[in-house]
């Protein structure tokens, strides 16, 4: 079982920046493809971003293209979302999710295994 912690989120004007993180629970974080994904009142659960288990193929919803780096740290089992020029439409709540194929960095949420209960993001002036 691998049990995924995001912190980072609150509140912040647009234009501004966060970066939020995902505490792993079990030492093999370094085998799984992680994810980024984000779901607004009303709204379906995206896809933001992905990364293989080697820190490379990331993938990028086109929304996010340019504002958001997602990174990883296996060493510390943490992965990370760098997001700047945040604007009013990317308020939401956001979840790291991990999948057990440590190859896979894409937006399908079906090849994702475990999910974090989320942080919540408030872009507002």
């Known amino acids: 079982q691998v049990m995924l912690v995001e912190s980072g989120g609150g509140l912040v004007q647009p234009g501004g920046s966060l970066r939020l993180s995902c505490a792993a629970s079990r030492r093999i974080f370094s085998m799984y493809g992680l994810g980024w994904f984000r779901q607004a009142p009303g709204k379906e659960r995206e896809f933001v971003a992905a990364i293989r288990w080697s820190g490379g193929g990331t993938y990028y919803a086109d929304s996010v293209k340019g504002r958001f780096t997602i990174s990883r740290d296996n060493a510390k089992n943490t992965a990370y979302l760098q997001m700047n020029s945040l604007k009013p439409e990317d308020t939401a709540a956001y979840y790291c999710?991990?999948?057990?194929?440590?190859?896979?960095?894409?937006?399908?949420?079906?090849?994702?295994?475990?999910w974090g209960q989320g942080t919540q993001v408030t872009v507002s002036s």
């Open positions: 999710a991990a999948s057990s194929n440590p190859y896979y960095s894409g937006y399908n949420k079906d090849q994702y295994n475990y």
